[in-house]
């Protein structure tokens, strides 16, 4: 990966990282499922009536769409509304890295070098002690499912890899279209026309705004900017060069959480987060390429 796009996906983390105290402001008024499907019923109407289909296949703009979007923010809404604190869902979350690596070894068989190995097993020791430390303050069916939407992001990112799209910012408004209507099937069974209605009449209420404004950077931000630029990377690069990066969302989301709302920054946290941008920089750089010495040419007999 050239630096341009290193930082590129570097700025994919931020965008990714302040989402996470956003989506906790955004659950505070709208109920997960039904804060989903207006997430991506949003992108998705001015989508249908105003942007042509990316030259993909269906298959995989599906299978994207149901990753990326039903799979990973159906658990993690319900798991964060269930006591799943924002900082913590940003760094369990990030399990998607090492999911996508092993999928696309498996799936596409995409060989993985010693230094990508080396890089994501420091990162995931970095992941793996600040959950272990803070694993107190959630309990663990959050966590399960915490762990099983970061499996439906490494789907979908594999689903986007196989897309190979030339047209990034049209598929990630296309993806959108697939989430909504499972979303608001989940949304009528569990939360009820009732809640739904309730929460509709009342969303223009003062008390409703910081929701609003948390669901708005939601759509903008963290779905319009960040997807493009993340299905952009994987369209022109391997999967497993693409995914440690996101193992750099949690440091933005513990800090920014602390900022929003006082979670407390260990120590161990800070080290461990250190750890995690060492393997992500060490699993992602390339590596010195040594000149041959010349050997002479013995013309053949």
Not at 16 to 23: D, E, H, K, V
Not at 123 to 151: E, K, M, N, S
């Amino acid at each position: 990966m050239s630096v341009r796009d290193r930082l590129l996906a570097v700025l994919v983390a931020v965008c990714w990282g302040i989402n996470f105290p956003a989506t906790a402001l955004a659950l505070q008024h709208f109920p997960p499922f039904l804060m989903g499907a207006l997430r991506f019923t949003l992108i998705a109407v001015p989508t249908l009536l105003l942007v042509p289909r990316p030259k993909v296949k269906l298959r995989w703009l599906i299978g994207t769409g149901l990753g990326l979007g039903f799979l990973q923010f159906a658990f993690l809404y319900v798991g964060m509304v269930i006591g799943m604190p924002s900082g913590l869902a940003s760094l369990v979350l990030q399990a998607s890295a090492p999911f996508t690596v092993i999928i696309a070894a498996v799936a596409l068989r995409e060989r993985l070098s010693g230094r990508q190995v080396i890089g994501v097993l420091i990162a995931v020791a970095g992941l793996a002690a600040i959950a272990v430390h803070r694993a107190q303050y959630a309990a663990l069916l959050p966590v399960i499912l915490t762990l099983c939407a970061a499996l439906g992001w490494a789907i979908g990112n594999v689903c986007s890899r196989q897309a190979a799209t030339t047209e990034p910012f049209r598929l990630t408004l296309w993806i959108s279209i697939v989430p909504p209507v499972p979303l608001l099937i989940l949304s009528l069974i569990f939360e009820g026309p009732a809640r739904i209605a309730e929460t509709m009449i009342t969303v223009a209420t003062p008390a409703a705004l910081p929701a609003v404004l948390g669901l708005l950077y939601i759509v903008l931000i963290a779905t319009l900017i960040g997807y493009s630029l993340w299905n952009n990377l994987l369209s022109r690069h391997r999967s497993s060069e693409v995914a440690p990066f996101s193992m750099l969302v949690p440091i933005v989301g513990v800090a920014s959480s602390w900022l929003a709302f006082g979670e407390q920054v260990e120590p161990l946290v800070i080290i461990a987060g250190v750890a995690v941008i060492a393997g992500v920089w060490f699993a992602t750089r390339k590596g010195r390429v040594r000149a041959l010495p010349e050997v002479d040419r013995v013309p053949a007999a």
